[in-house]
């Protein structure tokens, strides 16, 4: 059995599709370590109890946001960008990986000073390099991926005219074809505004 040349046809498919699963791991990867980091940064880290002069007890809880007020948000921008992700193109995406990156680098800074309160502050520096680690990995592969908007365009028209006459231009219409294609005559434009 021999293998088929890399420019025949159905050797492109097996690659975008490798494309694609890649970018849908990249993509769930930052969004889930995202979320993680959110709710990290969102728990109570310390917990201290104080006795008062009357001998009454009250306890005192900090959260992650408390010790590092931008370890929530830094989580929040992160998850964001991975999801502005699925509807934008190549350019677009390597931005928002960078973006990505340098939020999940500052969540992770943000749990990494605080180490010694818990185990909170690991899990958001973890979830933080995780997610600087996707981000990473979008700017270096987001090229390769196949773009998401694509799927949307309309199908290539033949060059053939839709419509001549108002009745044919409604079927057209109908039958989900565009009438602001350039492959509508003129006269069928003009009567579609009469």
């Not at 995202?34 to 007890?57: D, F, K």
């Not at 005219?161 to 989900?176: C, K, M, Q, R, T």
């Amino acid at each position: 059995m021999t293998a088929a040349p890399a420019d025949a046809p159905g050797a492109a498919a097996p690659a975008g599709d490798a494309h694609a699963a890649e970018r849908t791991r990249v993509l769930l990867a930052g969004v889930l370590a995202a979320a993680l980091a959110a709710l990290a940064a969102s728990r109570e880290w310390i917990t201290a109890t104080e006795t008062g002069h009357a001998g009454l007890t009250a306890t005192t809880a900090q959260t992650g946001t408390d010790l590092a007020s931008w370890g929530l948000p830094c989580a929040l921008a992160g998850g964001a960008a991975f999801l502005a992700m699925l509807a934008t193109g190549h350019r677009v995406r390597r931005f928002l990986g960078a973006v990505a990156a340098l939020a999940g680098l500052a969540a992770a800074l943000a749990g990494a000073l605080h180490l010694g309160a818990g185990a909170w502050p690991w899990t958001l520096a973890a979830a933080g390099l995780v997610l600087a680690a996707a981000g990473a990995a979008t700017c270096a592969r987001a090229r390769r991926w196949p773009a998401s908007a694509s799927r949307y365009d309309a199908a290539p028209a033949d060059g053939s005219p839709i419509a001549e006459d108002p009745v044919s231009l409604w079927n057209a219409l109908d039958s989900g074809q565009d009438p602001s294609s350039p492959t509508i005559t003129a006269s069928a434009q003009e009567k579609g505004r009469s």
